[in-house]
């Protein structure tokens, strides 16, 4: 059969790639070392589970309203309102599958062919692709490891045309770790109010935070502010809850209709019973987040020093997320050479920056035990020193 043009000008997602080919090499007996998940390797929290299974015990096993339960929605605004200080109603909110189907259908949505979409690379892999089926141009701005892979006001500014529909900003950012301060979002703030865009705040990894960083939502920084952003979370990564498929939008009511639509003819309601383990999440108390939070911190603290003592490797430190972004360019290896062979030759899996839009770097996941940490960095430090 002859395939739509629409998929013939999309890559596949090399993370879920290069992670399924380390599944594939455990389950045939080898020893693999994985820094490759996007995911938390926590089990999700038991109270959670617990409210998931008392909703599919009390018959939520039908379909539900395609926006997603009311008391869900409800508690998304009571949650935007508490932890990031947004004002939205029920209304305002539609649950997805996942965060990555909450941007996927706000691309469908808002872009039209031609429109463009400003990406700060290294960027998360989704972003380009999504754009591109959407019939989007994606528009990507590189960053520097030296403005600790920031995007400036001047850049924004610069990338800004008639065409420009929305800029996507994801602070903690994967796949470098970086956190926008305060200052720095007021700034881009100002750019973004000299023009008509919108900015999509994807906050995936808000709760994931170091060193006293402290996350402010852009769309916190002023009324004006508020009505030029667009809010994407979900439960994945806060809660440990890759594998249940529930995220968030927030936005207009005129957005939410539209995406709501299009979600009624194409997905209907994300898993109801799901939805009510979601629900105990964001309503019940939040040491889980916590806990999680600092196994987080404890493994970056021996991951990172780690790496920057590998002569010829190089990492920034990270203030948020579970990513170690690493600076391979002395090594002379491209990045997917490199992350093959170390694979095929040590068992260690990362992803290579080229993923992200980066040469001569790759991302490390430590969202994974102590021991595979420490394993797997002495088979890194042995393969970089054979290749200098
Ligand atoms: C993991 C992730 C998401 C969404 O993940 P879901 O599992 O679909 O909720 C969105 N953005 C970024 C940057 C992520 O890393």
Redesign the pocket.
Known sequence: MELANRVRQVTPSMTLEISAKAKAMRAAGIDVCSFSA??PDFDTPAHIKEAAKQALDSGKTRYGPAAGEPALRTAIAHKLQRDNNLSYEAGNIIV????????YSLMMVAINPGDEVIIPSPY?V??PEMIKLAGGNPVIIPTTAEAGYKITPAQLQAAITKNTKLFIL?SP???TGTVYTPDELDALAQVILSTDIYVVS?E??EKILYDGAKHLSIGAISPEMFERTII??????AYA??GW???YLAGSNELIQSMTTLQSQSTSNVCTFAQYGAIAALDQPQGCVEAMRRAFEERRSYILPRVNNIPGLSAAKPNG?FYLYVDIESVGLPSLEFCSTLLDEKHVAAIPGIAFGKESTVRISYATDLDTIQRGMDRLEAFVQSRL
């Open positions: 996007g995911e997805t599958n996942g965060g990555k189907h909450s941007l998360w989704s972003y994801n950012s994967n796949p994807d995936i990894y994407s979370n979900g439960f994945a990564k809850m890759t498929r529930v995220g997320a």
